[in-house]
């Protein structure tokens, strides 16, 4: 399934959800028990997380063998990135995010 | 010791025949691929390899499995950088899948190493590859970046 960006934001729009896509980038490949490990949330809820960012793109599932194994998918945030940061901004906004460094810097050292 | 993979789905509108086309035939890889070549005679246990505008080689290998236009793996490694080469053979697939009138890409890329320098390379690769993949199957032009080998690679 194709994502439109309402089920990409709305995929991204809940702290667990966010959290289990920190993971996977922290290692990509794990299985809902892996992904589990260390939650306060129920299985079944995880479960339901992992449907909404599947539903969303924004997680692959891939078969290994037997076991079902999730993975993160660049491609959504890619494409938002590419919709609202194009090419020409986002070398202008790298020269921003170095000018506020070294503002903050300067500032730093004066005090 | 976990492996290093990097996965990526997209979906483009077109056919799978073209797609494959496009991943594969020199007038699109030319476009899509920094200006680069493939050369195989694409069936099992056939090298492969990515041949630069000045004719070396920047990865090659070989055909694992073919199954046009349907799926391809295969083994790859990396020369532009000594120390992904080092790291030996990765092995790459694609799966094409019709859904509706669009075709559903998996790509894989697995290194079986952990932190693998060259899965973290083609991290940062693969996304523009086939961004421009699907800008060149739906509008007919190929992105900017992708159309030239950068220059001092």
């Not at chain 1, 996977?24 to 589990?36: A, E, S, V």
């Not at chain 1, 590419?82 to 170095?98: F, T, V």
């Not at chain 2, 010791?1 to 890889?29: C, D, G, H």
């Not at chain 2, 990515?50 to 499995?65: N, R």
Request: glycine letters at 6%; a neutral charge.
């Amino acid at each position: 399934m194709a994502a439109d960006a309402d089920t990409v934001f709305k995929a991204l729009a809940a702290p667990a959800r966010r959290l289990l896509l920190d993971r996977l980038r922290t290692r990509n490949g794990q299985t809902l028990g892996d992904l589990c490990i260390g939650l306060a949330i129920s299985r079944q809820a995880v479960t339901k997380h992992l449907k909404l960012l599947e539903q969303a793109s924004l997680v692959v599932p891939l078969r290994r063998g037997r076991e079902k194994l999730h993975y993160l998918n660049p491609v959504p945030i890619h494409q938002i990135a590419e919709r609202w940061i194009g090419k020409y901004e986002q070398g202008r906004l790298r020269a921003l995010g170095e000018l506020k460094h070294k503002l903050e810097e300067e500032t730093h050292a004066e005090l | 010791m976990p492996n290093s993979e990097f996965v990526y789905v997209t979906y483009i509108r077109t056919t799978p025949e073209k797609l494959w086309q496009a991943l594969t035939q020199p007038e699109f890889t030319r476009q899509i691929w920094l200006d680069t070549v493939q050369e195989s005679e694409w069936k099992p246990g056939a090298p492969w390899r990515i041949a630069k505008p000045d004719g070396a080689s920047a990865d090659s290998g070989e055909v694992l499995e073919i199954d046009p236009p349907r799926r391809l793996v295969l083994c790859w490694k990396n020369h532009l950088f000594p120390e992904m080469e080092a790291e030996g053979f990765s092995s790459m697939s694609y799966q094409l899948e019709q859904q509706g009138d669009m075709v559903k890409l998996t790509l894989t890329h697995v290194m079986e190493r952990s932190e693998s320098k060259f899965i973290q390379a083609v991290s940062n690769g693969w996304p523009i590859i086939l961004a421009s993949v699907k800008s060149l199957l739906e509008t007919g032009e190929a992105l900017a970046a992708t159309r030239r080998w950068p220059e001092g690679m």
